[in-house]
């Protein structure tokens, strides 16, 4: 079984940053994809960012590319996505999830975190 905690999250004025951050667990970890993704009031989960295992594939929807960008250190079992020139429209709650296979949809992703809530002012 898989763990997620995500943190970071909060109040941010639009043009600022935040770094989000999700511990996992499972020590398996330096195996897994990792994906973040957002979901917005009334809106359905939608897919911001993935990581392969090894860091070196990365993907993002084109609404944050360039302004977002998601990493991990395997050492610490963490996955961060760091957001910058934020806008109104990034407000949602950010969610952590978890894989063992390349995948973008969130049906591709079998363990998720509780979600950090981001909300960014005009």
């Known amino acids: 079984q898989v763990q997620l905690v995500e943190s970071g999250g909060g109040l941010v004025q639009a043009g600022g940053s935040l770094r989000l951050s999700c511990a996992a667990s499972?020590?398996?970890?330096?195996?897994?994809?990792m994906g973040w993704f957002r979901q917005a009031p009334g809106q359905e989960r939608d897919f911001v960012a993935a990581?392969?295992?090894?860091?070196?594939?990365?993907s993002y929807a084109d609404s944050v590319k360039g302004r977002f960008t998601i990493s991990r250190d395997n050492a610490k079992n963490t996955v961060y996505l760091q957001m910058n020139s934020l806008k109104p429209e990034d407000t949602a709650v950010y969610y952590c999830?978890?894989?063992?296979?390349?995948?973008?949809?969130?049906?591709?992703?079998?363990?998720w975190g509780q979600g950090t809530r981001v909300t960014v002012s005009s």
């Open positions: 999830a978890a894989t063992w296979r390349w995948g973008i949809d969130r049906d591709d992703y079998h363990y």
């Open positions: 499972e020590r398996t970890f330096s195996t897994n994809v």
């Open positions: 990581i392969s295992w090894s860091g070196g594939s990365t």
